[in-house]
């Protein structure tokens, strides 16, 4: 089988879990990569009740999908940030959130990521996508001054609030895909270098290529590929489209709205944007990723019920393109 | 007496006053662009003190320095940040930090930037530059999600926090020229229009402008004198440039130090970056500015005695140009 | 109904008006942006003869057509046009060219524009699209010198010529959508600024936004389309292509014909082109344009049997991105 | 009947020639540019014994194909080379290679070349398609150095060789369409106006057009058609694509393999690269050429049973492009 | 001597010519190009009065000033203008006006061109730079629809005006330059070349080489030295700026006045704008042009006063590039 | 003592060596980078002959110049060529060309390197810039067909050929800096890469950085810095231009001599190129690169001794910008 393309659930999340499942397999996707919020997947209950399991992967086969990942960006995104505050508890559950104490909100966070690891291998699934929050984040304008002591102080802050959750990650067998974005201890080549160096290139600590936010950082994700190709673990379709140029849009967004044509870049539905796909899909050809595709699909400008299915046609004429079995110059030898 | 050249005295506030003068004056500038820190001018003892603001003049007069602004960027910082942390403790005085209580801090800060302008009129000044902080920089990048009502709250924050900051501007005839600038209430086009109307477009309120920011959030410096041509109280002079375009440089800086060229953009001093000076310069003569050209100093990679001699060379050329009194073409006119 | 997709018959006039209407509705437009030239729309007819309009309405009927506007571009060019020549003769009927003095032939073309605006209500249409023709374009070059006042003295012209026809505009209820085109009063942002000046922005008086002219000189339609917002009264899609770059071929091409690729730029088929439809139409959909999308068909290098169809293919797939009932990141709320 | 559009066989040589004519014929081309060498088309064979062409001209037949032109390029390749290698050995058959020593090879390989053009007239085929070699390639980076005289000998050397074979094909009608190409005497826009100027413009030595090799030398493929206009005699679509703009990728393409995406270009199939095909199109109906388009399919990125079938569409899509009967403003020509 | 640096005084008519030269002289010119309006050269008075020329010749000789050629570009534009009107009123003598019929305009300007010829002659002078004007400039943009028909014709009364005035030329031996320029026969690379065959390719008719409207215009000014390179008969340095990009600024400078930065582009000092100046000068080196380097001097946005000799300055470090006089790798010979 | 400025001699090499050091002398230059061609400097004399070192050593002395490196790049160069033909006849000396047959003048040629090493130490110098040449340099094009296998025997050829010479450097203490260059095993960043993992990354083996020839492969001069920044033993500065763009000129170089501005790239004296310079020296201030700053001088189109010293200016300049004692944000800390 080639590489399957799945549908990531986070952004339809408001859907029952059902629901979704009989929208992607009608639109004719291989499987889901299935978010760990709304009612899609909850991993307190996946570890703790083998019913749960049962139940999620019945529903699963009722609609003929699979699943090779699931994802948990919310809960990632608070083991490190700082500060905490109103945005997390809008999309943490009362669970983690708690009284919201920061401190006890990231390790909360830290112990749900643990779990998440045993859910996904309860769940037969080997990669778990996500976010790790950053306390360092806050200082990317760099100003007020932030010395780079502070900065060190976040990569250590991180490598020592994710190392024993790659530990379990490590017993349990399971992947973590982390995913390149601003807001993240790592959101561009050299923070990734950095992070990577932070954890001592930790082999259950990898990459989940999302190229959306290379495109308006001016990132090559085609370079990217090949640069981290021993640690791409796993590949979300996300688009991105610049709107800079006329001198008044600006590369940071101008605290817009998703959807205002003013930003100066927004996500677009896959295929509609600025990322190079037909290298990029050239480039996992060559470094052999064999994982799943994912569709991360957030395009304030359409509707998503139109933009999923197009997204499957695009990405799946993308797969047609394969390397051949031979070189093409073969043909020219002399053999008489 | 064609505009002035002043030099920024905020990067060099390790040095005495006295010393600075000394140096400016040696290399040719007509004057200061005084910053409110070190022991450059302290503006509780400017309107405390009358004695104090008449030394400062006798040095000035000595070094035949003039002064047409005063700066006060740090203290601006404080008012509406948040959160509040180690990094303002760095910069603000302890009159300010206090006991660090966040809100404590900003009105503290608030009330500093009051006196501000009346130490500006009792120094005989018109114009004090500086910065507003801002409760929202931290949604910048969108995620964890910020709807629009978190962000209108805090263009609402800023105005609450500045309009009884602008009153005494008013009142003491000073006007604040806010610099356009990351971490800032505005730091592009399209957030210097919302800060703008936040404020009902009050006249004491309007900006200085410094296109370095712009060059790397590719905003274009010349549109931006003249869109807001009746709001450019104050020219700081400072130069980045864009280190993007291997794939590997993002237009985030990556947390890497000022100075190192991995970063995607840096400051450099005046005409070694990307800034359009000749046209900027020819845009101000356009809108009729007639105040300060003042050279704002940074460059990670140069040292400060080499480059600010340099930099006021660099801006007394673009100075030469100057438009003539009659059109050209009024020469082809036949007149026999 | 979503926006309907109109044809304009401006480029097949030789053909019968019914011919015409077949051939758009067997490619399935929603109906046609008619031309009042060749046998398509007689303006005074359709004011002076009752059972003319029912007779037209009878055909567009009987091929399942609609009309949302009606254009006469050749008329209105006349009004305001200096110098008056062959050109003119050529495109003019008689009745307007009359003896081919220059003033009459504007005053009599001004009439018609009245005219058409009666015709237009007779007819049931709100909009009619055209040209103003310009006193002044032959100044473009400024050279033999041009004075800001015979500038000036254009524009007024302009303003003399056509408030007198947008009143009877504005009795009739109709709008007047100009196309920003060369040869006209306004054919780029600035001269689109100031010619609504001249007429006060008065509220009938809009435009037709036609994005091929812009793409060779280099302006932004999807700027246009947001600073000029509430003027926007109608939209053509006809595409350009730039072919400059070799150092030989000039913006102004070179008095070459119309599909000749030494031509600096040239129209081709819609999609072909270097407008950016994508985003074009997704701004038509911030602004909340919601009248027709009409397709004004000129590629000299493709026959326009063939470039019909297609360009309506085309816009169809442009009208399927329409944006969402709610945010998609309301998926990520918390609701435990 | 429109153009033709062929499957030149060059890179299909491991294949019988029949199971080459199945797929072609099954994929919907019109006919072959049948390649002289693997089991493709011996021209010694053809011009020695009738009955070996009718045997193709039957095979051709029975998948209902065509055939316009035949390719040597391998033995022209041998024609003006120097060193004569290994490389040559590899594709040369052991009549032309001999005992390898070079002036021998050179020889025996303008012997075939004269055959050939014999051999397509007893096929009934106008057009000879291929390559000359060059003795002056290996000085293309000028160093160590090569005087101006040892390039003029290298032009010189090549009309020696060359001009007796051109007879050949003048006594039997039959045109030589060079393909520009590195390696040749001319592989760019001056060493092709030098070569031609080599052999005084002789008219039975012409161009193949294919674009592939200007893509990455920076060279306009549309341009080229006009300028060589009485020149081109057949045309070849091979695509290719430039990876360079990362810093590290080069225009050389660092002796890496084909397929490898660190070269700073590589080929692609028709449409997944930077040649302007649309336009190239436009300018060969402009130029009038009416001969076969021959799809030269080579990706070493992707499989040719997938790419050669799509390649067909594409070009197929393109060729749908055709020039109208009249003008276009024809339309508004007043007639009353 | 190498090659003498000029200015040319058609910007500066209305200082008196001494004033002028003593200017000039200051400066460090060489000589001028002297305008044959204002009081600066009468071609009238020169065929016809002997005592003229010297009196000129003798305040030349004063600030040791020569003289290379004479331009007279007013007159010239009326020989072929159509429409004539205010603006030529406004700059032609009386004596050329008369009575403002068109037909008698043109006729009297066409007799002062021959005039000019001889005055060139009387004054020892070899060249005569100038406009043509054009009657077919107006159809620029193409619409109303003007036919290949009109064109043509357009470039036949070029050819019929013309090549009377050329007669004198020849019988004199004085050569026009023809500045390719906007409201001209020719203002683009391809106009170039259609008007050069319009009159048969005659020798004593080349060009201007004036780079300033080329840059906005997309045409390469080095490529066109080599490519008229037997036709560059006279060099003006006029420099321009674009300022497109912002996507509201356009290229066809919006009728706004010089100076105003909304153009899309503007005439700048010599070096201030686009124009490639050292490959521009490494190409005169290339074809062996040498004649004079006259500075055009415009720039709405700066005092002449100040431009003039700066430019001076700027076209003098050019001038110092010339072209060895042996191959810099003779040295790697080896002669042992 | 910053870091000196040399004069390389190569280019001079038809001087006699005392004349050279009399011009660089009088230039102001701070020492030679001197070839072992010509006379300036023979290897086998100076490990021979004492007194040769010694006297070489008087005449620098006499003109106050130092050495910190020699350049064998002509005798470096037939190390691996394959063709060794008349080129090298040209530029070797009959000591290495012999009798000419190819593996002789190779050993003879490898042989002179070790000597050059012990030469190198014999005159105090650490440091050997030069040349390796190729056995495979021919392949470039990869047509006709080379293999990887034929790729890889050339890098292994390479390594046979140069770690015996290295063994030698090691043991004198010497450093070789190879040029990056076509002809060369290594002419861009990824054969780099392959040439120092060939052998083993031995650290007597390094780069003289040359951008000259990364600017029309678009290799990025400066990241090249960074990423071989244990590898730059020498510095070399020599300046190119890309004169692509017209879609006439190639990458090529088209086989035109040096200076025609047909070519697509050309050396020109340094500072009137592509270089980016300031980055570049910026980028050897962050890798603490303290060695000779070497200006290779080559530019067909000016006279080298226009040149020469003006590029010492220009270096001159590029080497004041030096990083401040301490970080600029240091004068924003509060102290109170």
New interface residues.
């Given amino acids: 089988m080639p590489r399957p393309v799945t549908l990531f659930t986070?952004?339809?999340?408001?859907l029952p879990f059902e629901e979704m499942c009989k929208l992607a397999s009608g639109w004719g996707y291989d499987g889901l990569e299935i978010a760990c919020?709304?009612d899609h997947f909850d991993v307190w209950q996946a570890v703790e009740d083998e019913g749960y399991v049962k139940a999620k992967r019945e529903v699963l086969d009722k609609y003929n999908l699979k699943v090779w990942a699931i994802s948990n960006h919310?809960k990632g995104?608070a083991v490190c940030d700082d500060?905490i505050d109103?945005?997390?508890?809008?999309?943490?559950?009362?669970?983690i959130?708690g009284d919201g104490d920061p401190e006890g909100v990231r390790q909360r966070a830290a112990e749900e990521m643990k779990v998440t690891a045993r859910a996904a291998r309860a769940l037969g699934v080997d990669t778990v996508v996500g976010f790790t929050g950053s306390s360092?984040?806050?200082?990317?304008?760099?100003?007020?001054?932030?010395s780079?002591a502070?900065?060190d102080a976040?990569y250590e802050d991180f490598a020592n609030r994710w190392n024993p959750i790659i530990d379990v990650f490590d017993s349990e067998g399971v992947k973590f895909a982390f995913e390149v974005?601003?807001?993240e201890i790592a959101?561009?080549?050299?923070?990734t270098v950095?992070m990577l160096e932070a954890i001592d290139h930790r082999e259950s600590y990898g990459l989940n290529w999302d190229p959306s936010h290379f495109v308006?950082?001016?990132?090559?994700p085609?370079?990217?590929i090949?640069?981290f190709k021993d640690r791409i673990y796993h590949v979300d379709c996300k688009d991105a489209?610049r709107?800079?140029?006329?001198?008044?849009?600006?590369?940071?967004?101008?605290?817009?709205?998703?959807?205002?044509?003013?930003r100066?870049w927004d996500f677009v539905s896959t295929g509609?944007g600025d990322v190079p796909w037909?290298?990029s899909f050239?480039?996992l050809?060559?470094i052999g990723y064999d994982g799943p595709i994912s569709i991360e699909w957030?395009?304030?400008?359409?509707?998503?019920l139109?933009g999923a299915p197009e997204a499957l046609k695009i990405v799946r004429a993308l797969q047609?393109?394969?390397?051949?079995?031979?070189?093409?110059?073969?043909?020219?030898?002399?053999?008489?």
Same sequence: chains 1, 2, 3, 4, 5, 6.
């Fill in positions: 986070g952004q339809w999340a408001d919020w709304g919310l995104q500060p109103q945005r997390h508890k809008d999309i943490l559950p009362s669970k959130w360092i984040w806050k200082y990317v304008a760099m100003f007020p001054p932030a780079q502070m900065v976040g974005h601003p807001s959101y561009d080549y050299w923070t950095r308006w950082q001016d990132l090559n085609v370079d990217f090949f640069d489209k709107r800079v140029g006329n001198g008044r849009n600006g590369r940071l967004g101008s605290h817009l709205a998703w959807g205002d044509l003013r100066g509609h037909e290298d050239r480039a050809n060559a957030e395009d304030a400008g359409m509707d998503r139109h047609e393109i394969e390397p051949p079995a031979a070189s093409f110059d073969a043909a020219f030898a002399s053999s008489d």
